[in-house]
Antibody
Framework: QVQLQGSGPGLVKPSETLSLTCTVSSGSVSSDTYYWSWVRQPPGKGLEWIGYISYSGGSNYNPSLMSRVTISVDTSKNQLSLRLSSVTAADTALYYC????????????????WGQGTMVTVSS | SYELIQPPSVSVSPGQTANITCSGRKLREKYACWYQQKPGQSPVLVIYQDNKRPSGIPERFSGSKSGSTAILTISGTQAMDEADYYCQAWDRSTAVFGTGTKVTVL
């Protein structure tokens, strides 16, 4: 059964870069059936999509975060990564990695599998 | 920017039907998905492509669409269905989540 395991620092200083990793187990990040996304949720608030990367390496980001976000994939480690630069307190959130299932060729598709979430606090 | 609007809360008695709406411009032309999130847990997909149920999701969860409003229906609501529910759609390759609805089973 495929599982997503996020990891990374729980505390980041303002103006620095947030870096998280998501390891995909019992599955491949290179599968042409899936895209891979990051989604965040500030404490007590709703879900916000950050961006995705496709099986071919193409990516797309939330316009509100585009200037600060990079999502990448390391196929040798079966991992996806998130980098968010110049963070502020507003970036404090639970960060989820999630899988998008391309069904019937419709990509990116629904978020059909989620990691457990990594809480990141931005504070000096 | 694209928005999906949901009612903040819905209350339902055990065994009754809960309907959660999600409204968005031109939503009739997009697929809608629905996610259930219980406190302290990751979201779970309960409906995709408007009305399809993933394996393992109980039959009491169903999805439909009326014009530009997507609807999640929970029939015979159980106490375990108390959770936050989010709709989601793609707008020009950008994922948008709804504002979220807290379902309370009284």
């Amino acid at each position: 059964q495929v599982q997503l395991q996020g990891s990374g620092p729980g505390l980041v200083k303002p103006s620095e870069t947030l870096s998280l990793t998501c390891t995909v187990s019992s599955g491949s990040v290179s599968s042409d059936t899936y895209y891979w996304s990051w989604v965040r949720q500030p404490p007590g608030k709703g879900l916000e999509w950050i961006g995705y990367i496709s099986y071919s390496g193409g990516s797309n980001y939330n316009p509100s975060l585009m200037s600060r976000v990079t999502i990448s994939v390391d196929t040798s480690k079966n991992q996806l990564s998130l980098r968010l630069s110049s963070v502020t307190a507003a970036d404090t959130a639970l960060y989820y990695c999630a899988r998008n299932h391309c069904i019937g060729g419709s990509c990116p598709g629904a978020f059909d599998l989620w990691g457990q979430g990594t809480m990141v606090t931005v504070s000096s | 920017s694209y928005e999906l609007i949901q009612p903040p809360s819905v209350s339902v008695s055990p065994g009754q039907t809960a309907n959660i709406t999600c409204s968005g411009r031109k939503l009739r032309e997009k697929y809608a998905c629905w996610y259930q999130q219980k406190p302290g847990q990751s979201p779970v997909l309960v409906i995709y492509q408007d009305n399809k149920r993933p394996s393992g999701i109980p039959e009491r969860f169903s999805g439909s669409k009326s014009g530009s409003t997507a609807i999640l229906t929970i029939s015979g609501t159980q106490a375990m269905d108390e959770a936050d529910y989010y709709c989601q759609a793609w707008d020009r390759s950008t994922a948008v989540f709804g504002t979220g609805t807290k379902v309370t089973v009284l």
